[in-house]
């Protein structure tokens, strides 16, 4: 009875982290195609904007969550400790923006949770989710299906718009 209620509760954890980790996915699926002014009306201002050149950017956006869940059970007899739930410790999402249209969401950092990879990067676009605005693709079964918990979707193509730095040399760099 007890192996069971233990079985029971770590698929209770894990399945919260793969529904967190394609609800992520699915964010960057369903943002593509997102004016920059729908994104920042339901995800907020960028913790940093950086400029790729005149027509694109990336905005960065940030998630450290004050706790990450779980917890440990430590065996009798010093037989050692079991860790169950928990997850990753924070999140970087990358919002690659061209024209004023969101072109691409990447994550970054150490975002996994138990079952699940960008887990922990969820709530950076739940309000998206939850409430989503009218230049997102909507959220049905086509594009929900295709989500997984395991990776993030394809990055779609990208315009050479979208690619080209600009560079602006210093005058240090220029004297060499």
Known sequence: MRRNAILLATLALSGC???ASRDAHLAQTSMIGM????LLSCAGPAAKTTKINDVAHVDTYLYNPAATGGFNVTLPLTL???SLGGSGTGCIADVRVVHNKVTEVHYTGPDDVTIGSDGVCDPIFRGCMRQPEATMQPVNGSNYDHSSGFHSPA?????SEAEDMETT???AAAAK
């Open 35 to 38: 004016s920059s002014a729908d």
């Open 155 to 159: 990055v779609p193509p990208q315009s």
């Open 80 to 82: 050692g400790a079991v």
């Open 169 to 171: 040399a210093t005058p």
């Open 17 to 19: 982290g793969y529904g």
